[in-house]
């Protein structure tokens, strides 16, 4: 075992030889090929075949929303995570450990814990819900969800970050070797692919089939697989569920445009759709009794009884289920005759 850890922290040693080079164009430029690779594998060889014209507003939906939070976070945060790594990298708790390969590893490790503690709490706090849950209204889950983020969510989680750098001591390499990692595999866990092995991948990262479960439309299901990248803390607290969802998303309607979901994020609650309510035959029965009565009432004449009853009827459906459903159950009569 110790040995296994040993070639990992080689690797990652090697490895940030790589990247330490790496400018922030060239990070940018390697998630924009990933992103374009994902899509033409969603496109070509989906997991679930989603209809082209919604999907299209969904990319669509999500690029602007990525494009409207980068302008607000540029705008608001006058001391970027990079600047913050170069003045605190050699006080925080990392900067005790000579070993690069050791504080990488370590680094990631925490941020990585740290996103799936910040996710669990999103789903238990409805404070931090009604923006969090601009992520999963998306009934189309594909690669570009993953920038799917309210822009308050997005403060809060920039936030913790620099809490994070500030505490361990994170170096300005190693924010942008976290970051670049993180995007990439965030990108892939929302991507709409499936893979040979994806399940045993999935024993220690978080892939499609497990993500897809966290966005499901139920409760139980998407209350599950937190993780960002590895699925190691969903196993360690019990929060690992392997299900294919039959529907994506979160119940009822909500809004699917850029400024729509911005302001979704500010509402304490889903929009109820008006009920499509179904008369039962013995509530049908009471309400014919009702409305033949109050017919009676009105002192009908012979020729105008159906008339009269529907109108009847009408008043009494009104009456039990508010106006606005009563007007549609009512409508499902049919005008009145002439």
């Not at 822009?151 to 994070?164: G, M, N, P």
């Not at 993180?182 to 709409?192: E, K, S």
């Not at 013995?282 to 012979?302: G, H, N, T, V, W």
Request: aromatic letters at 12%; a neutral charge; charged letters at 20%.
């Amino acid at each position: 075992m110790s040995s296994e850890i040993m070639s990992l922290i080689t690797f990652v040693e090697s490895y940030l030889i790589w990247l330490s080079s790496m400018p922030g164009k060239l990070a940018t430029f390697i998630l924009l090929i990933v992103f374009v690779a994902l899509s033409a594998l969603e496109f070509f060889r989906p997991k679930r075949r989603l209809p082209a014209k919604q999907l299209r507003r969904s990319y669509q939906t999500n690029i602007g929303l990525f494009m409207f939070n980068s302008i607000v976070i540029s705008l608001l945060s006058a001391t970027p995570l990079l600047m913050l790594a170069e003045r605190y990298s050699d006080r925080g708790l990392l900067s005790h450990i000579d070993n690069p390969g050791w504080k990488a590893l370590l680094s990631f490790l925490l941020l990585d814990l740290m996103l799936y503690c910040w996710h669990r709490i999103s789903h238990s706090f409805d404070g931090l819900w009604m923006f969090h849950k601009v992520h999963h209204n998306d009934p189309y889950l594909n690669v570009s969800t993953a920038f799917r983020l309210h822009v308050v969510e997005l403060l809060i989680i920039t936030v913790l970050k620099a809490a994070y750098i500030i505490l361990l001591g994170v170096d300005q390499m190693l924010v942008l070797i976290n970051e670049t990692l993180l995007t990439l595999f965030i990108m892939f866990h929302h991507g709409n692919i499936s893979f040979p092995g994806e399940k045993h991948f999935g024993r220690v990262i978080i892939v499609p089939y497990l993500h897809r479960t966290h966005h499901s439309t139920e409760r139980s299901e998407h209350d599950t697989n937190y993780g960002a990248v590895f699925s190691i803390w969903d196993r360690l607290f019990g929060t690992l569920a392997e299900r294919e969802p039959l529907e994506i998303g979160i119940k009822n309607s909500s809004p699917q445009t850029v400024f729509g979901l911005v302001k979704f994020g500010f509402t304490s609650a889903n929009p109820e759709p008006v009920p499509a309510y179904e008369l039962d035959e013995s509530l049908k029965s009471m309400i014919a009794e009702a409305a033949y009565y109050k017919a009676e009432k009105r002192a009908f004449k012979p020729g105008n009884e159906l008339r009269d009853w529907l109108e009847a009827r009408r008043e009494i459906i009104r009456m039990v289920y508010g106006d606005k459903a009563g007007r549609e159950q009512a409508g499902r009569i049919g005008p009145l005759p002439i």
